[in-house]
């Protein structure tokens, strides 16, 4: 099973990493800063669609982002 809370915080930790705030991404991909936030804490998990969008926003390949996923999914 797929962790919520391992989702939302590598998709944190690749937005601060690029010094991006919610406000930013969250315009970018066109959801609520609070959508976001919910996603980042593991309250709620991104549809399809809005994995590509968070990931289209910070300008990173979501191949990238579900490769740290699986990796830190496995430990």
């Keep these: 099973m797929l962790d919520s809370k391992l989702v939302g915080k590598i998709i944190s930790d690749f937005r601060k990493s690029k010094g991006l705030s919610q406000e930013i991404v969250s315009g970018l991909a066109a959801i609520g800063r609070t959508h976001l936030s919910m996603i980042e804490r593991g309250e709620r998990k991104p549809t399809l669609e809005t994995f590509f969008k968070l990931c289209?926003?910070?300008?990173?390949?979501?191949?990238?982002?579900?490769?740290?996923?699986?990796?830190?999914?496995?430990?």
């Design 56 to 75: 289209n926003a910070m300008n990173i390949s979501p191949s990238e982002v579900i490769k740290e996923i699986e990796k830190k999914n496995q430990k």
